[in-house]
């Protein structure tokens, strides 16, 4: 994604989270130098916004053709989450300072790509 564009998924939350330790594994394929945002957001049902955790990196491509993936994992602690009805846990992610569209594309094709497939652990 390029200068500006963000990205999410979100998922309907099911149980509450303690407060603890997140992982994010989010793994890409790098086609041109890019900051990268990551954000897991706790979304209430009247659209309010709690970013849980988030991380800033940057990424340069490996160059000479090479579009293995490059490893990213990172962890923070973040709050509890106390579940209401229609509450959702949201992954975001923003990439800047590049106007290439497609300069960080999260490895889809796990080992296949030389890297993992993108995941989130939630402290249990």
Known sequence: MGDGRSLEASYELLADVPAGTWTLVADGIITASVDVNFQIIWRRPDGTDTI??????????????????????????????????GDELVFRYEGTGTDIPMAYIPNGDGPEQGGRFPYIDLPR
């Open 52 to 85: 849980i955790a988030e991380w800033d990196t940057h990424f340069d491509p490996r160059g000479g053709g090479d579009f293995t993936a490059q490893a990213y994992e990172v962890t923070a602690q973040g709050q509890a989450i106390d579940v209401t009805d």
